[in-house]
C-alpha cells in the first residue's frame, strides 16, 4: 500500500468519526488476532499490525469499516478523502479542536436543532460563490456581540 493510500484510508477514519453505540452492541468486537483478518485488510491496515492485539475493540471495528469503505470508493473518491486528509492536517492545532467541538455538539444536539443546522448548511452551499464570499465577508466584518444578535433573531425566525 502506498503512503497516498494509508493518507485517504486516514482520512475516511477521521470522517467517520466515532461508532454509535447502537452498531457497537449489535456487532461482535473485530477479531484480537492480525493473522484473522482478511488478507485485503492487513493489507490497508498493515501500519496497525504490531499494536493491533493493544488497540481497543471500538478502534479496530472503525479501522475494520474504515478499510472497507476504502476498498468501496472509486479512484476519484480515494483522491478527494487524500485531498482531505492534507487539508484538515494543514490547519492550525486550534482550529482542528474547534472544528472537532462544533462536530461534538452537532452530534449531541436534539434531531429538530441538527435538521435546521442542514437546511442552512444547504442553503449556503446552493448559493452563488459571489453570494456567499459576500456573506463571509459581511460575517467576518460583525463584533461577537453582532454575530450573537444575528444567531438569536434567526432562532426566534426558525421556531
Known amino acids: 500500500m502506498t ?10 477514519l477521521l470522517v467517520a468519526g466515532p461508532l454509535r453505540a447502537a452498531a457497537q452492541a449489535s456487532s461482535p468486537a473485530p ?19 504490531e499494536r493491533w492485539s493493544t488497540l481497543p475493540p471500538e478502534r479496530r471495528e472503525r ?13 476519484e473518491q480515494r483522491a478527494r478523502a487524500q485531498q482531505r486528509l492534507e487539508r484538515w492536517r494543514a490547519l492550525p492545532p486550534e482550529r482542528r479542536e474547534r472544528i472537532r467541538e462544533r462536530f461534538r455538539r452537532l452530534r449531541e444536539a436534539p434531531p429538530e436543532e441538527r435538521e435546521r443546522i442542514r437546511r442552512r448548511y444547504r442553503w449556503f452551499r446552493d448559493l452563488p ?5 459576500e456573506l463571509r465577508e459581511r460575517w467576518e466584518r460583525l463584533t461577537p456581540e453582532q454575530r450573537e444578535q444575528l444567531r438569536r433573531r434567526r432562532e426566534r425566525r426558525t421556531d
Open 3 to 12: 503512503r497516498r493510500s494509508f493518507l485517504g484510508l486516514l482520512a475516511t
Open 31 to 49: 477479531s484480537q488476532d492480525w493473522d484473522a483478518l482478511a488478507p485485503e485488510d492487513r493489507e490497508l491496515l498493515a501500519p496497525f499490525a
Open 129 to 133: 460563490p459571489e453570494r456567499r464570499q
Open 63 to 75: 479501522l475494520l469499516r474504515g478499510a472497507e469503505r476504502w476498498r468501496r470508493m472509486s479512484p
